[in-house]
C-alpha cells in the first residue's frame, strides 16, 4: 500500500513539472528575450540566460516603445488605456447587472419575465457574430475611437446578470420583512443588506471581468484608429507588423512581459475569487 | 422561480432596468437585426443602390468553395484544440488531485495562462516557432525540417492549435480539478485495496463520474476554438498562408472589414450566430439535466 502511493506520488509530480514547464516555457523566454539585445535576437543567438540590458529595454518600451526599427507607442500609454477599458467594462457590467438582477428578483411588473428573457439571449450574441452591424451603430453615435465606444458596447452582461440573480434568489425573506417592518424602502435594502451580502459574489466576477475587459481584441481593433487610443494587446501585435528577423524584439518582449502583468498578478493574488468567479460564472 | 416577499413599486423596476436594456437593444438587439436585414440584400459597390435579394447571399455564400474550405478548418482547428486542451487538463488535474505535496504550488502554476490574453499568447509562441529567431524555429531547421508557418499552411494550423490550446489549458484543468475533488476519496481507496491500479481505477470510477463536466467542458471549448482565438489567428497568420488557417469568425472579419462585402458577411454572421445559438441550447439542456439530477 505505501509501496503503491509513493509510486503514485512519483508519477504525479513527473507529469505535474513537465505541466508547470511548457505552460511556463514561452513566458520564460519572453523574459529572456527582453533582456538581450536586437542583434543577438536577430542573429539568433540568444541564450537561455538573462542578459545586460534588462533596465533600458523596459524603460524603452515603457516610455516610447520604439527602438531603431519599431516606431509603437509608449507601454505607459497603452497600459492606462488597457486599464480604463477593463476597469470600465468590469465595474460597469458589475454595476448594470446588480441594479437589473434586483429589479427582476424583488419587484412583479409587467414584462418582467419578458426583460429577463431579453437580458438572457444576449449570450447568444458574442460581439464577435455581429462586428460589422455594432461597429456602424458605433460610428453613428460618434464613439469610434472613444473610452465610450471602447467600453459601453461591452458592459452588458447576461452571466453577471443571471448569477447575481441566482445569488438573490437566497437572500431569506426574514431579512426583506425585517427591513420593511423597520421602513426601509427597496433603495434603502438594496444599499444596506443586498450590496454586502453579494461582496464575494462582487470579487469574484471582478477578476474574471477585468480579464475580459484587459483582453479585448477584435473590439478595440475595430474602434480604435488613433495610437493615443491604442490597448496594450493590439499595441504588441502592431508592433511586430510583418514579423521579420530584423526587428526590435528586445523591446517587443518586454512591452509583451508588461501586457501579461496585471491581468496574471490579479488571478495569482486573488485567486480565490478568481477560481469562485470562473466556476460561477459559467454554470 | 419566484420570492415571496417582494417590495411594491411602479416605477423603481424600470428605471433599475433601464441601463441593461438600453445598452442591450442598441449595441446587441438593434446590430444583430441589422446583420438579419444586410444579409438578404446586395448593395453595389458604392452603397449608391440596394436590393432586396432574399436568400441569395446564403446561397453564394454556403456554395462558395472558400467558405466551405473555412468550415473545414474551423472543425480541424476547434476539434484539435479541444481534443488536445481537454486530455492535458483532465491528465494534469488527476494528477493535482492525489494526496501530494505542493498541490496548491502546482495549481498555481497552472491556472495563471487563463489570464493571458489570446493575442498575447500567439506572441509568445511566435518568438519560440519564428523561422530565424525563435528557439525552436531554428532548432527544427537546423536538423533538417524545413520550418517556416508563414509558406506552409499545415505548420501555420499546427502553431494556431497549439496556442489555442496552451491558453485553455488552465480553463479545463480548474473544472476538471473541481470535479474529481468532489468524488469521495473512500470510493478510490476501497478500488485500490481490492487492487485496482491507477488507470482501472480511472476508466471504471472517475471517468463516469466526471462525464458531465467533460460534456459542459466540451460545448466551452467549441465556442472557445470558434469565437475567442480571433486574436491568435489575428496576431500570428492573419489567416495564412493561403487561408490555410481562415476559421469562420476570421473570414467573417476579412470580408466585412478588409473587403468590405457587407451582404456576404452579414449571411455569415447571421450563420455563426444560429451556430452560437444551437451550442448555448445544447448547454443549456445539460445544465437543466443536472440541476433535476
Same mark, same amino acid.
Given at each position: ?29 519572453? +523574459?529572456?528575450?527582453? %533582456? ?46 488597457? *486599464?480604463?477599458?477593463? +476597469? ?33 439571449? &444576449? ?38 446578470? +443571471? +448569477? ?35 461582496? &464575494? ?7 474574471? #471581468? ?13 474602434? %480604435? ?5 491604442? &490597448? ?6 502592431? #508592433? ?15 512591452? &509583451?512581459? *508588461?501586457? #501579461? ?23 | ?71 473545414? /478548418? ?33 495549481? /498555481? ?135 490555410? /488557417? ?48
Amino acid at each position: 500500500m505505501k509501496g503503491y502511493t509513493h509510486n503514485g506520488n512519483w508519477q504525479a509530480h513527473f507529469f505535474l513539472v513537465i505541466g508547470v514547464a511548457v505552460l511556463a516555457f514561452p513566458v520564460y523566454l519572453a +523574459l529572456i528575450g527582453s %533582456t538581450w539585445d536586437a542583434g543577438t535576437i536577430a542573429r539568433g543567438e540568444m541564450p537561455l540566460y538573462p542578459g545586460p540590458n534588462m533596465v533600458s529595454n523596459y524603460l524603452l518600451a515603457w516610455g516610447s516603445g520604439s527602438g531603431q526599427r519599431v516606431m509603437g507607442v509608449p507601454a505607459e500609454t497603452m497600459m492606462l488605456n488597457s *486599464l480604463v477599458m477593463a +476597469l470600465a467594462i468590469s465595474l460597469g457590467k458589475i454595476a448594470i447587472s446588480l441594479i437589473s438582477a434586483y429589479a427582476v428578483v424583488f419587484f412583479r411588473f409587467p414584462g418582467r419575465m419578458f426583460f429577463f428573457w431579453m437580458i438572457f439571449v &444576449t449570450l447568444m450574441l458574442p460581439v464577435e457574430v455581429r462586428i460589422i452591424p455594432t461597429y456602424k451603430v458605433v460610428s453613428d453615435l460618434g464613439m469610434i475611437d472613444s473610452y465610450l465606444g471602447l467600453t459601453i458596447p461591452l458592459i452588458a452582461s447576461a452571466t453577471a446578470t +443571471l +448569477l447575481f440573480r441566482q445569488f438573490f434568489l437566497t437572500i431569506p425573506d426574514e431579512l426583506v420583512e425585517a427591513a420593511r417592518i423597520d421602513g426601509a424602502g427597496p433603495l434603502r435594502f438594496f444599499w444596506d443588506t443586498v450590496l454586502p451580502l453579494s461582496r &464575494t459574489n462582487i470579487a469574484a466576477l471582478f477578476v474574471i #471581468m477585468f480579464i475580459y475587459g484587459w483582453n479585448q481584441y477584435l473590439w478595440p481593433l475595430l474602434i %480604435t484608429t488613433s495610437k493615443d487610443m491604442s &490597448t496594450i494587446v493590439i499595441g504588441i501585435v502592431k #508592433m511586430i507588423g510583418t514579423g521579420d528577423a530584423q526587428t526590435d524584439w528586445q523591446i517587443i518582449m518586454a512591452a &509583451t512581459i *508588461l501586457a #501579461m502583468l496585471p491581468p496574471v498578478m490579479i488571478v495569482i493574488f486573488m485567486q480565490r475569487w478568481f477560481v469562485k468567479g470562473l466556476v460561477d460564472s459559467d454554470k | 422561480m419566484q420570492r415571496r416577499v417582494i417590495f411594491n413599486n411602479k416605477m423603481l423596476p424600470y428605471l433599475l432596468l433601464a441601463p441593461q436594456l438600453a445598452i442591450t437593444v442598441i449595441f446587441f438587439f438593434w446590430p444583430a437585426l441589422q446583420a438579419i436585414l444586410q444579409s438578404l440584400l446586395r448593395q453595389d459597390p458604392f452603397g449608391l443602390r440596394t436590393k432586396f435579394i432574399w436568400f441569395d447571399n446564403y446561397a453564394v455564400v454556403l456554395s462558395d468553395p472558400l467558405y466551405l474550405n473555412s468550415v473545414k /478548418t474551423t472543425f480541424i482547428f476547434a476539434f484539435s484544440v479541444t481534443a488536445i486542451a481537454m486530455t492535458s487538463a483532465l491528465l494534469l488535474a488527476f494528477m493535482a488531485d492525489k494526496n501530494i505535496r505542493g498541490a496548491g504550488a502546482y495549481k /498555481t502554476m497552472l491556472i495563471w495562462p487563463y489570464a493571458v490574453a489570446p493575442a498575447v499568447a500567439a506572441v509568445l509562441w511566435l518568438f519560440i516557432f519564428h523561422p530565424n529567431i525563435g528557439y525552436f524555429g531554428r532548432a527544427m531547421r537546423e536538423i533538417g525540417i524545413p520550418w517556416d508557418y508563414k509558406l506552409n499552411g499545415n505548420q501555420a494550423l499546427s502553431l494556431v492549435i497549439l496556442v489555442a490550446s496552451w491558453k485553455q489549458v488552465s480553463y479545463n484543468f480548474l473544472f476538471f480539478l473541481a470535479a474529481l475533488q468532489s468524488i469521495p476519496k473512500s470510493v478510490l481507496e476501497a478500488a485500490s485495496i481490492d487492487g485496482a491500479g491507477s488507470a482501472r481505477q480511472f476508466w471504471t470510477i472517475v471517468f463516469p463520474l466526471i462525464s458531465p463536466t467533460s460534456f459542459f467542458l466540451l460545448m466551452v471549448n467549441m465556442v472557445y476554438s470558434f469565437f475567442d482565438t480571433f486574436g491568435v489567428i489575428h496576431a500570428l497568420t492573419g489567416g495564412g498562408p493561403g487561408k490555410a /488557417t481562415e476559421t469562420l469568425i476570421y473570414k467573417v472579419y476579412s470580408d466585412g472589414v478588409l473587403f468590405l462585402d457587407l451582404g456576404g458577411s452579414s449571411a455569415q454572421s447571421v450563420i455563426l450566430m444560429i451556430i452560437v445559438i444551437g451550442l448555448t441550447a445544447v448547454q443549456f439542456r445539460y445544465i437543466e439535466r443536472k440541476v433535476h439530477y
